[in-house]
């Protein structure tokens, strides 16, 4: 199949190329830091930001909705805190 943008820039404005299935974790970053975060069933997420220090405890985004595209770019996603569920991440 022709890619006519596969050689063009992948910034983080640039929409997604990849995803995975993220399974969240108290103690582990993610394998690679995302674009944004799929949200498949609506809830809480809790997230570390990659900007966050190291000891950063995280915040938690409150009620996000089913179908929810989050333009943010986490180093990880808690377990302690995620009600949210079937959460993709946006490379």
Known sequence: ?????????NGVGDPGV?????????ANDLNEVPKGIYVGTG?????????DPPESAGV??????????????PRRILATGTTAADLIAVQ
């Open 43 to 51: 809830g809480d997420l809790a997230m570390i930001g990659v900007g």
């Open 1 to 9: 199949m022709q890619d006519n943008y596969r050689d063009k820039w």
């Open 60 to 73: 938690i985004w409150r009620n996000v909705p089913a179908g929810a595209l989050i333009p943010f770019r």
């Open 18 to 26: 990849a995803s995975e299935s993220i399974q969240p974790d108290d």
